[in-house]
């Protein structure tokens, strides 16, 4: 049974965004959020121990102080967005 989703206190900038991306793909804005969300969830997929064994190393970290410095590089750039 379909489920109904709300989504509260978005910004206006981002609402403005969402509005104009519907608009060029000549959706409602209902129409643009379902296919964000259909294509995010189809797309979703989980790396095998071993693909994320071959990830790590190939960032060829050697210390737990460059492991930690790549992980706070990375949070600090998803901060960012």
């Not at 969402?18 to 995010?40: C, N, P």
């Not at 071959?54 to 590089?73: C, H, I, Q």
Request: charged fraction near 40%.
């Amino acid at each position: 049974m379909p489920v109904n989703l709300s989504v509260k206190n978005v910004p206006d900038e981002i609402a403005e965004k969402l509005r104009r991306r519907a608009e060029r793909h000549h959706r409602s804005l209902q129409g643009e959020l379902m296919s964000i969300l259909e294509k995010s969830v189809n797309e979703e997929r989980y790396l095998s121990p071993s693909e994320l064994l071959e990830k790590v190393r190939a960032f060829d970290l050697r210390t737990p102080d460059e492991a930690a410095g790549f992980v706070r590089k990375d949070r600090d750039e998803d901060l960012r967005r």
